[in-house]
Each structure stands twice: as C-alpha cells, then as structure tokens.
C-alpha cells in the first residue's frame, strides 16, 4: 500500500462549489505539506502544518484553507471554486527540515 | 525570496549517451539543502538526489551526479548512460530554514532509443 495517499485522484467541478481534497499517510511524519502544480510553475507550496496544532500559510493561500485533523490526515479546502484554480494537487510528508518530502500520486482538479 | 530556475524547458538524449539538465537558484543564505525530483508520466514526484550545501563533495547516486558550485549558485544534474524509464520532467529543488522547498519551473527530459 501507497505510503501516502490522495483523494480523489480527478474531481470536475463547477464555479463556486465547495471542494475538499484529503490527504492521509502512514509514515508517521508530523510535517505534511499541500502543493500545486501548474505547466512551466513547478510545484508551488500553498500549506504546510508540523504537528496537529500547527498550520502555517505557504507562498500562494489565498483561496484555499486547510485541516490537520490527525497526525496522518491533512485536508485542503477550495470554499469556491474558480477556474485559475484547476492544477494538479500534490500533498506530501517529511519528518524533519531539509530532508526527502515524499509525495502522495497527486488530485488533478478541473474547474468549469 | 528565493527562486530557482531551469533555463531549459525541454531536453532531449539518445539511450546509453549522458545529459546535463541546469539549475541556478538565487540565495542569500549560507545552509540549505537542494533536491531533484523526477516526475514521470506517471505524475509521481520522485527523489532523484539531494545535496547539503555545507558540503562540498559533489552527491551520487548510481548513474545520476550532480555539479555543486555553491559560489555560482548552480546545481546541475548529470544522468549518465540514459535509460528510456529515464524520460520524465526534472525539478529542482531548494529548501532553507525558511522550510519552504521552492521548485523550479522543470525540464521535460525525453529519452531517443
């Protein structure tokens, strides 16, 4: 089984829906990271979170909320939805700074 | 804030031969860490090699090198005797104490059989 997992995997959905976007991992990492993806951009951090009680803004938030629900699960919310929105969503997990980050399979979103 | 850049969007190498995919980033910090990560067409993000900028020898790891020059703020990745299951996107990769890992825009390596 996948260390880190993504669901779901592809999501269409409309202007101004809500959306949620879940992350779990099995690796016992406290440091959980949300990115997205878009051509010629790279990834780009949009959350990340070192234990439950901590949350902090990554270089591109607005738009976006998330959840740390447990040590293994963090959330990413869209509360509406708009087509600049539609990327490639990566989360990811380490256990410490300036070590490997391993990567969940990824959410492709698209937004009408 | 830091960037980092790949100034080729798309390489290209015939099987067995070796190619160089460029990285420069922009730093004002002296500790730090820098990554590549190969995502095949799979989208799974891979770690391909690492490198602590406090050291100065140059990380290995099989056919993959890199070219560490702290000084020019360079960080190129060598991957010799290419492989077709080498063709992916490269990003490269930098992290500071800030514990942002900023990624560059990546280079589309495709592999000539």
């Known amino acids: 089984d996948a260390d880190v997992t993504q669901t779901p995997r592809n999501r269409i959905t409309k202007t101004g829906k809500r959306i949620m976007l879940e992350c779990s991992q099995t690796?016992?990492?406290?440091?959980m990271y949300w990115y997205r993806q878009d051509p010629g951009l790279g990834l780009r951090l949009i959350y990340y979170?070192?234990?439950?009680?901590?949350?902090n803004k990554g270089e591109i938030s607005d738009g976006y909320s998330v959840s740390r629900q447990a040590q293994a699960k963090f959330s990413l919310s869209l509360e509406s939805a708009i087509p600049n929105q539609t990327a490639l969503y990566f989360c990811?997990?380490?256990?410490?700074?300036?070590?490997?980050?391993?990567f969940g399979p990824g959410t492709r979103l698209t937004v009408t | 804030a830091q960037t980092v850049t790949q100034s080729q969007p798309e390489m290209s190498v015939q099987e067995a031969e070796t190619v160089t995919l460029s990285c420069t980033y922009d730093?004002?910090?002296?500790?730090?860490?820098l990554f590549w990560y190969k995502q095949p067409p799979s989208r799974q993000m891979i770690l391909v090699i690492r490198?602590?900028?406090?050291?100065?020898q140059n990380a290995t790891e099989n056919r993959f090198s890199v070219n560490f020059q702290k000084a020019a703020k360079s960080f190129s990745l060598k991957i010799s005797d290419s492989q077709l299951g080498d063709a992916a996107m490269y990003f490269c990769?930098?992290?500071?104490?800030?514990?942002?890992?900023?990624f560059g825009g990546g280079t589309r390596l495709m592999v000539k059989p």
């Open positions: 990811a997990t380490s256990d410490a700074p300036g070590v490997e980050q391993y």
């Open positions: 730093t004002s910090e002296s500790d730090y860490y």
């Open positions: 979170s070192f234990d439950v009680k901590d949350i």
């Open positions: 490198q602590e900028a406090y050291k100065q």
């Open positions: 690796k016992g990492h406290d440091r």
């Open positions: 990769a930098y992290y500071n104490a800030g514990n942002m890992l900023t």
